[in-house]
């Protein structure tokens, strides 16, 4: 992409092929013969952390860049040989001369990351031999191949906004993370889906433009949170002063020992959880501190009516979910809620408890569409989870495509819940009078005469 503009209905993107900078070892060379302009109604700037979709919007970024050079060493074992089975899962090496972290990584490749001193220089770090020697602390060197060997420094910010009118930016353009706790990607990835689903509201189903100002709301404080813990590991695992490393020797090996405090270390929940903050998030809001509204549902294992065990989120697969905790939901909804659900593309799930399900006949509920399935909470998960947010058999849940509680409701007020996403989502549909608004952002709602989808869902 070479260059960007946007007005009130349109992005216009001009692009041209080119060849990278193969990790910023070479300046880019763009081939201006193949150069093309195309428009779009929305421009997402996923282009690193050297953004150009964020920089040509004027956009700073906030937080620190760390002097600190660490080496990355990529391997994979030789064919036939198991050279990493002896190393624990996820290891931060506290050792002051040579503070290191140990992780696998997918497709069964290991990494290494080594602290340099101030006076070794890059050139010296990549070199095989030292590579080599730092290696073979951990694996023998002649049973691994080096797949990538790099000298960086990195950054832990934040973009002080994450969208301008129609263009957004989104993973590495929007915050960096230090890649010590292996989340950088990982938040991008959230971002993602957090965008992806709003995108299509917007585009496919009329939805108002302002529901994106909740993208960097309900995204900022998380990723926020993974570069604050992702720094602190850093520091926790860098420390060169022999007093100071001392202390935190104690200090760690004694909290490993706490029951309960040493297995919540182990198993990394010190991790962030993501949770929306409170009236920072598209979603009914919560009724006490610990609702589950604008928090993520649980991803057990769960059983099809034909006995096959599932992810739940491939289960409930794409778009919205409306959860009936052993019922079945359209049963409690009325004819407009299930309209503007199915205009929706979503769902309708009930969710029976371990042994809860009917046998059926033939030409039941299961056989009524791909907008309906049943499953079998066996693990027991998600009805702890339905009790956790105060929902007994009978009530209803929806999740929004991204698997964020948006709300839940019992008996009548199901249908209620289903105006509330309407209203939140600002679907043209639930205004009857025509009206046109702006939050100053660009955001313009143009309520439309409301039998317009419900014509299409027909
Ligand atoms: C050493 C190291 C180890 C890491 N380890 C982990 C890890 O274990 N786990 C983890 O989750 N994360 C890790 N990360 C972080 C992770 O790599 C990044 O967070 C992630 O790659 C960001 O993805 P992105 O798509 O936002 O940006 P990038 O991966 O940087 O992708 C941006 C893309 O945009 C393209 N682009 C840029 N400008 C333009 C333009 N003008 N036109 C068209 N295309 C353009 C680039 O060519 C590139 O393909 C690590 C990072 C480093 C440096």
Not at 156 to 185: E, K, N, S
Not at 207 to 232: C, G, W
Not at 436 to 446: A, H, K, P, T
Request: net charge neutral.
């Amino acid at each position: 992409m070479v260059e960007f503009d946007q007005n009130a209905d349109t992005v216009s993107v001009e692009h041209t092929e080119c060849q990278g900078t193969d990790y910023g070892k070479r300046t880019p060379e763009s081939d201006p013969r193949t150069a093309e302009r195309v428009r779009a109604k929305f421009l997402v700037g996923c282009d690193g952390g050297r953004s150009i979709v964020r920089t040509n919007l004027g956009i700073d970024m906030t937080g620190t860049s760390f002097p600190e050079r660490w080496l990355v060493v990529d391997l994979k074992a030789k064919d036939g040989v198991d050279a990493f089975r002896h190393l624990p899962y996820f290891n931060f090496v506290c050792d002051p001369e040579l503070p290191s972290v140990s992780c696998p990584q997918p497709g069964g490749h290991h990494r290494f990351e080594f602290m340099l001193h101030d006076a070794q220089t890059k050139e010296e770090m990549e070199d095989p031999e030292t590579v080599r020697r730092h290696i073979s602390r951990y694996v023998d060197p002649d049973e691994v191949e080096v797949l990538r060997k790099l000298v960086y420094t990195f950054n832990a910010v934040v973009a002080d906004r994450w969208r301008v009118g129609r263009i957004l930016i989104a993973g590495d353009a929007a915050h960096m993370t230090p890649q010590f706790i292996g989340q950088g990607m990982n938040s991008g990835v959230r971002d993602a889906d957090n965008l992806s689903w709003k995108l299509t509201a917007i585009i496919k189903h009329g939805a108002s433009q302002s529901i994106l100002n909740s993208y960097e709301t309900e995204r900022r404080p998380h990723a926020k949170a993974m570069i604050d813990l992702s720094v602190f590991m850093k520091s926790f695992v860098s420390l060169r002063n022999p007093l100071a490393a001392s202390a935190r020797n104690i200090a760690i090996t004694t909290a490993l020992r706490v029951p309960g405090l040493g297995g919540w270390i182990r198993s990394a929940k010190v991790k962030p959880v993501p949770r929306f903050r409170r009236d920072a998030y598209l979603g009914l809001p919560r009724r006490r501190w610990w609702g589950l509204e604008g928090t993520l549902a649980p991803q057990p294992d769960v059983r099809t009516y034909n006995g096959r065990h599932q992810r739940f989120d491939d289960a409930l697969g794409l778009g919205f979910s409306v959860l009936g905790y052993g019922v079945d939901p359209r049963s409690v909804l009325d004819d407009d809620a299930q309209l503007f659900l199915r205009m929706l593309g979503a769902r309708f799930v009930t969710v029976y408890p371990l042994g809860g399900r009917p046998q059926g006949e033939p030409g039941d509920a299961r056989a009524t569409g791909d907008d309906y399935i049943d499953i079998e909470d066996h693990t027991g998960a998600l009805c702890r989870w339905f009790a956790k947010a105060g929902l007994c058999v009978g009530g209803v849940a929806v999740l929004r495509p991204d698997r964020y509680l948006f709300g839940t409701a019992t008996g009548p007020g199901a249908n209620a819940l289903v105006g509330d996403l309407v209203r939140r989502l600002n679907l043209p549909t639930i205004r009857p009078v025509p009206d046109i608004r702006s939050d100053g952002n660009g955001d313009e709602s143009v309520a439309a005469a409301p039998s317009d989808h419900l014509e299409e869902a027909r």
